[in-house]
T-cell receptor, first 115, second 114 residues
């Protein structure tokens, strides 16, 4: 349960605010992911980092800016968000060996409300 | 890209009955199919997975079957219990050669009634 942690767990922000979400994994993994989970929608992959390099940007608006300073930490910087960005933001990590299929482990998520 | 469809969106069963959730995928190159369980307010947790070189896998009351030809896979829960109530997500993995990219289904809300 504590392998992947996220802070804050809840966040309320105005459309003009700037905030950051933080994810940390203690599993020795090399790949980290940001997902968005909205009501009645599938989990949407936003970004993928492997060995600190971004390998996937799933057409995410520029008001979301990821940062991966090392393999254990992942940030999502938020600015000028819209109310429709309100959702649960989930971080996940996996081994990142790139060769074989691998399991992704999720953090508890940050529930974001944009007013 | 990969597209995963999941049915039904809601499922209600009586305690002790079986539950079956079905998913289809579009990318024949997908080679890994995990199932996640998400309880209310909690993170998705892996409950079982299957690789493309296997047709069936079982873990106690949970089993998953995979038909690569038809590109569909199913989750089977037998002898359901109230604590099985949750949202279940299927997913298909397209290995990009670097990190794995999971595409999720829309989820099935399972309710186990007494």
């Amino acid at each position: 349960e504590t392998g992947v942690t996220q802070t804050p767990r809840h966040l309320v922000m105005g459309m003009t605010n700037k905030k950051s979400l933080k994810c940390e994994q203690h599993l020795g993994h090399n790949a980290m992911y940001w997902y968005k989970q909205s009501a009645k929608k599938p989990l949407e992959l936003m970004f993928v980092y492997n060995f600190k390099e971004q390998t996937e940007n799933n057409s995410v608006p520029s008001r979301f800016s990821p940062e991966c300073p090392n393999s254990s930490h992942l940030f999502l910087h938020l600015h000028t968000l819209q109310p429709e960005d309100s959702a649960l933001y989930l971080c996940a990590s996996s081994q990142g060996n790139g060769g074989a299929p691998e399991t992704q482990y999720f953090g508890p998520g940050t529930r974001l409300l944009v007013l | 890209g990969e597209n995963v469809e999941q049915h039904p969106s809601t499922l209600s069963v009586q305690e002790g009955d079986s539950a079956v959730i079905k998913c289809t995928y579009s990318d024949s190159a997908s080679n890994y199919f995990p199932w996640y369980k998400q309880e209310l307010g909690k993170r998705p947790q892996l409950i079982i997975d299957i690789r493309s070189n296997v047709g069936e896998k079982k873990d106690q009351r949970i089993a998953v079957t995979l038909n690569k030809t038809a590109k569909h896979f199913s989750l089977h829960i037998t002898e359901t219990q109230p604590e099985d109530s949750a949202v279940y997500f299927c997913a298909a993995l397209s290995n990009t050669g670097t990190a794995s990219k999971l595409t999720f289904g829309t989820g099935t809300r399972l309710q186990v009634t007494l």
